[in-house]
C-alpha cells in the first residue's frame, strides 16, 4: 500500500488567491513529481524532484512553483489562481530503481 | 513524435474477454516499465511494474517487455466490469532526467 498523501482532496477558490498543494510520503522516497491532468485528459509532467533542495520543470509549462526542503514533503504553490489553473494535480514518488505511486489528487477549481 | 505512444481507445469487450493493451516507445533510455489502472477522477493505481524484457504475471494480470522492439503490454484475461477504466503505461527515463514518461491511457469498458 503506497503512503502517499495529497491535501486537500478538493479546493473552491477565487481568482488571485494563493494557494499551496500539499504532497507528503512516508515511504522516504528521493523522487517525487508533480502532474496536471484535465478530465478524461493525459498526464502532464509539471514539476519533479529529485531529492532535498533538488527541483526541476517538467515538460508542461506551469505557473506553479515547487519547493523541497525535507524528503518527505514536495508542496505546489500558486501564487495568484486563475481560473485557467482549474484541473486535477496529482503527486507522485518513488525510489531510485523502483515503482511510482501516487496521491489521490487535488481537483482544484478556481472561479 | 511522443516519445511514449498509446491508442487511446475506447476499447469495449463482453466480460470474460481477454484484453490487450500496448505502448511503443522511442527512447533506448527507457528502462523500468508500469501499467496503472485510472478510475475517473482518481489517481492512478499500480497494476505492475516490470523491469526486464519478458513476462510477468500477477493474478489475472500479465505485462510484457520486448526491449529491443521497444513496444510493452498488459494483458487483462477473463475481464470484469470492475476492470472498466482507464489503463496508462509508463516508463522511467534513465538517461539522466529520471522523467516519469506517461502514455496517453487506453480507455477501457467491460460490458456485463
Known amino acids: 500500500e503506497a503512503d502517499i498523501y495529497q491535501t486537500p482532496r478538493y479546493l473552491v477558490i477565487g481568482t488571485g488567491k494563493k494557494i499551496t498543494l500539499e504532497c507528503s510520503q512516508t515511504?522516504?522516497?528521493?523522487?517525487m513529481y508533480w502532474y496536471q491532468q484535465d478530465p478524461g485528459m493525459e498526464l502532464h509532467l509539471i514539476h519533479y524532484?529529485?531529492?532535498?533542495?533538488?527541483?526541476e520543470k517538467g515538460d508542461l509549462s506551469s505557473e506553479s512553483t515547487v519547493s523541497r526542503i525535507r524528503t518527505e514533503h514536495f508542496p505546489l504553490t500558486l501564487e495568484s489562481a486563475r481560473p485557467s489553473h482549474t484541473s486535477q494535480y496529482l503527486c507522485?514518488?518513488?525510489?531510485?530503481?523502483?515503482?511510482?505511486?501516487f496521491g489521490q489528487g487535488t481537483r482544484l477549481t478556481v472561479v | 513524435q511522443k516519445e511514449v505512444e498509446q491508442d487511446p481507445g475506447p476499447l469495449s469487450v463482453p466480460e470474460g474477454a481477454i484484453v490487450s493493451l500496448n505502448c511503443t516507445y522511442s527512447n533506448s533510455a527507457f528502462q523500468y516499465f508500469m501499467w496503472y489502472r485510472q478510475y475517473s477522477r482518481k489517481g492512478p493505481e499500480l497494476l505492475m511494474y516490470t523491469y526486464s524484457s519478458g513476462n510477468k504475471e500477477d493474478g489475472r494480470f500479465t505485462a510484457q517487455v520486448d526491449k529491443s522492439s521497444k513496444y510493452i503490454s498488459l494483458f487483462i484475461r477473463d475481464s470484469q466490469p470492475s476492470d472498466s477504466a482507464t489503463y496508462l503505461c509508463a516508463m522511467i527515463d534513465q538517461g539522466g532526467s529520471e522523467k516519469l514518461v506517461f502514455g496517453k491511457g487506453t480507455k477501457l469498458t467491460v460490458n456485463p
Open positions: 524532484s529529485y531529492g532535498v533542495n533538488s527541483t
Open positions: 507522485a514518488s518513488r525510489r531510485p530503481g523502483g515503482e511510482a505511486f
Open positions: 515511504m522516504g522516497h528521493d523522487k
